[in-house]
């Protein structure tokens, strides 16, 4: 299975300030086959970013995705309030499906 | 718009079995195929199976072979998870979410999951 390393575990960072994270995978992944959640407390995870670098329908601008391989990357350009969040990467193109372990993004 | 509800909260005791249901409506049914995730408290994301609204046919995760079945009703425009066997490890919120399109035969197609439903808790407990 596809092992997916997230970094960092958590993100202390200012509203307005830019977030970057990341995402490894332990053998390669297509990028038509990566995506990006963002699961807020109490809430089910919401699709950010597919194939790598496509925002979701309704995602602003400030999000975006790049990378291919092994390394992907994920970047909140401002942080809004409701950024401060759990991140998931997942790739989807090979089961079984798999997901990181998040990077929690918090408000310093 | 296209949304996924589930059914409520559960209680059950260790061995016991729980189905969990998740309604589609805004999309054709058929044309998809449906995705079970569950979270653990404080734990990541895992994905337990999937199938093909359209034909019926499934894939699960070999962690859960031969606990979890995954059916659909398509009358009713919803997919059924029945995890037998329970354990207090089991204690989860369990997600369904929508994944690929399944017109070409293998679903794997834009296998992105969204939307998600809201979630359904289950909780093991003597």
């Known amino acids: 299975e596809i092992v997916l390393t997230q970094s960092p575990g958590t993100l202390s960072l200012s509203p307005g300030e830019r977030a970057t994270l990341s995402c490894r995978a332990s053998?390669?992944?297509?990028?038509?086959?990566l995506g990006w959640y963002r699961q807020k407390p109490g809430q089910a995870p919401r699709l950010l970013i597919y194939?790598?670098?496509s925002r979701a329908t309704g995602i602003p601008d400030r999000f975006s995705g790049t990378g291919s391989g092994t390394d992907f990357t994920l970047t909140i350009s401002r942080l809004e309030p409701e950024d401060f969040a759990v991140y998931y990467c997942?790739?989807?193109?090979?089961?079984?499906?798999?997901f990181g372990g998040g990077t929690k993004v918090e408000i310093k | 718009q296209v949304q996924l509800v589930q059914s409520g909260a559960e209680v059950k005791k260790p061995g016991a079995s729980v189905k969990v249901s998740c309604k589609a409506s805004?999309?054709?049914?058929?044309?998809?195929?449906m995705h079970w995730v569950r979270q653990a408290p404080g734990q990541r994301l895992e994905w337990m199976g999937w199938?093909?609204?359209?034909?019926?046919?499934?894939k699960y995760s070999q962690k859960f072979q031969g606990r979890v079945t995954i059916t659909r009703d398509t009358s009713a425009s919803t997919v059924y998870m029945e995890l037998t066997s329970l354990g207090s490890e089991d204690t989860a919120v369990y997600y369904c979410?929508?994944?690929?399109?399944?017109?070409?035969?293998?679903?794997?197609?834009?296998?992105?999951?969204?939307?998600w439903g809201q979630g359904t808790l289950v909780t093991v407990s003597s």
């Open positions: 979410a929508r994944g690929g399109d399944c017109s070409g035969g293998s679903c794997l197609s834009k296998n992105w999951f969204d939307p």
């Open positions: 805004g999309y054709t049914f058929t044309r998809n195929a």
């Open positions: 199938i093909n609204a359209g034909n019926g046919n499934t």
């Open positions: 053998q390669s992944v297509s990028s038509t086959s």
């Open positions: 194939g790598a670098s």
């Open positions: 997942q790739q989807y193109g090979t089961s079984p499906f798999t």
